[in-house]
């Protein structure tokens, strides 16, 4: 069925490969970016509407009339606890309190255990932790997808999942959104957490033997 759905962090690349995605399918692709001047870009790549909001202010106005929300943003380690923590719970709340069902939440391999990954990485993985929890917490039909580092390579649509290490591989952000929005069509993963590398089975295939 065609959803509107929001896309936090449109302007990131993971969120322009989400959003031209989007835009190509059936389901209705809602931009949301920080600055005005991002707008004729998200346009350019095949955004159904964008609107300008920011995570450090209020996003009522975003999520208005949506079905659906990917969170993709991320502040690029320059504000984790205002942008990757506080941003993300602000949204969860916004899109609870104006009756969104469905948010996929872009995550990170390594948030169940910071203490492990290298320093500069820590706060931003703890921040990601306590947005989680916060979606877990909510009434919002949720999924977590948690990929290992990120890569600009072309994706390949293929990719494996279920528990690892943070360090134990790498994926194309290209196949991360792919994946985001399969999830996203799937009831099956509404209260699922997984991480995701690149791998040898096909999304379909690799989110078949996640569903419920």
């Given amino acids: 069925m065609a959803q509107t759905v929001l896309v936090a962090g449109a302007h990131g690349q993971v969120g322009q490969h989400v959003t031209e995605r989007l835009g190509a399918s059936d389901h209705e692709a809602r931009a949301m970016v920080r600055d005005e001047d991002q707008t004729e870009e998200m346009d350019a790549i095949g955004a159904d509407e964008t609107v300008v909001a920011d995570l450090t202010e209020s996003v009522a106005h975003a999520v208005e009339g949506c079905d659906s929300i990917i969170f993709a943003a991320g502040s690029g ?3 984790v606890y205002g942008v990757d923590r506080d941003g993300a719970i602000a949204l969860i709340d916004a899109a609870e309190n104006a009756g969104a069902d469905r948010f ?8 169940d255990e910071p203490e492990d990954a290298p320093e500069a990485l820590q706060d931003y993985l703890i921040a990601k932790a306590e947005a989680d929890e916060s979606l ?13 580092e990120l890569t600009n390579e072309d994706g390949d649509g293929r990719i494996r999942v279920g528990n690892f290490d943070l360090g134990d591989g790498d994926i194309p952000r290209e196949d991360v959104a792919q994946t985001l929005i399969a999830v996203l069509e799937r009831d099956g993963l509404v209260g699922e957490t997984f991480e995701l590398l690149g791998g ?10 996640l569903s419920r």
């Fill in 77 to 79: 380690g320059n504000d």
């Fill in 136 to 148: 877990r917490e909510s009434a919002l039909e949720w999924t977590i997808v948690r990929p290992g």
């Fill in 200 to 209: 040898e089975q096909s999304i379909d295939e690799a989110l078949e033997s």
């Fill in 104 to 111: 996929v939440m872009l995550s990170s391999m390594g948030v």
